[in-house]
T-cell receptor, first 116, second 110 residues
Framework: DTAVSQTPKYLVTQMGNDKSIKCEQN?????MYWYKQDSKKFLKIMFS???????INETVPNRFSPKSPDKAHLNLHINSLELGDSAVYFC???????????????FGDGTRLSIL | KNEVEQSPQNLTAQEGEFITINCSYS?????LHWLQQHPGGGIVSLFM???GKKKHGRLIATINIQEKHSSLHITASHPRDSAVYIC????????????FGQGTRLTINP
C-alpha cells in the first residue's frame, strides 16, 4: 500500500541509451512532480503535472519527456542518456486545490540512475 | 544565490544533545516545508507551517514570517535522527514550485 511508488529503484545503463522511470500514486492527488537530486543532494524541480496537464517544465533538455496517462501516473522517459544525467530522480505528489504549496508533498523512494 | 539557505551544512553531535537547524528564505511564501531524507534515500515530509510553532514527538519547527526564518529543533537526539534535513518553500509568483535548501547533514553519535 505504498503511497508513491516509482520503478526501478536502480538503473545502470550505457551512455546513449533510452530509458524510462515509472511513477504511480494511490493518494488521489491532483498534482505530480519529477525532481532531480544531484551528487550534492540538491533537489530541483524538473516537471509538474496537474490533472494530466503539464504545469512546469523547468528548462530541462528535451531529451527528457514526461508522460501522464492519467492523474495517478507520471512517467519519465529519457533519450540519449548522457553522463551528466547520473543522479537520483524522485517522483512526488500533492493535492494542490486551494493554492500551491499549502499541502505536504509525498515522495517516492527515488530512482538512482547511473550512466556508464 | 539560492532563495533558500540552510545552516549548518553539516552537524555532528552526541546522543542526547539538543539540535537546531536553521533556514532562511528571501521570497514571500504561503508555507514552509521541512523534509527528512534518510540514509537509505527516501524523503519524508516532517512539517509544513505558515506561522508559529509545530511539534511532533521530539521534533519542533518554528517560523518567523517577518524575519523570513525557520528553525527545526530536535530534543534528546538519537542516532536514528541521523539524516539530511531539507527546508523548502513554495514560490507562488510565476511558476509555482518548491525551492529547496541545500540540506543539513545531521550525524548523531551514540
Amino acid at each position: 500500500d505504498t503511497a508513491v511508488s516509482q520503478t526501478p529503484k536502480y538503473l545502470v545503463t550505457q551512455m546513449g541509451n533510452d530509458k524510462s522511470i515509472k511513477c504511480e500514486q494511490n493518494l488521489g492527488h491532483d498534482t505530480m512532480y519529477w525532481y532531480k537530486q544531484d551528487s550534492k543532494k540538491f533537489l530541483k524541480i524538473m516537471f509538474s503535472y496537474n490533472n494530466k496537464e503539464l504545469i512546469i517544465n523547468e528548462t530541462v533538455p528535451n531529451r527528457f519527456s514526461p508522460k501522464s496517462p492519467d492523474k495517478a501516473h507520471l512517467n519519465l522517459h529519457i533519450n540519449s542518456l548522457e553522463l551528466g544525467d547520473s543522479a537520483v530522480y524522485f517522483c512526488a505528489s500533492s493535492q494542490e486545490t486551494g493554492g500551491f504549496g499549502n499541502q505536504p508533498q509525498h515522495f517516492g523512494d527515488g530512482t538512482r540512475l547511473s550512466i556508464l | 544565490k539560492n532563495e533558500v539557505e540552510q545552516s549548518p551544512q553539516n552537524l555532528t553531535a552526541q546522543e542526547g544533545e539538543f539540535i537546531t537547524i536553521n533556514c532562511s528564505y528571501s521570497v514571500g511564501i504561503s508555507a514552509l516545508h521541512w523534509l527528512q531524507q534518510h540514509p537509505g534515500g527516501g524523503i519524508v515530509s516532517l512539517f509544513m507551517l505558515s506561522s508559529g510553532k509545530k511539534k511532533h514527538g521530539r521534533l519542533i519547527a518554528t517560523i518567523n514570517i517577518q524575519e523570513k526564518h525557520s528553525s527545526l529543533h530536535i530534543t534528546a537526539s538519537h542516532p536514528r535522527d541521523s539524516a539530511v534535513y531539507i527546508c523548502a518553500v513554495p514560490l507562488i509568483q510565476g511558476a509555482q514550485k518548491l525551492v529547496f535548501g541545500q540540506g543539513t547533514r545531521l550525524t548523531i553519535n551514540p
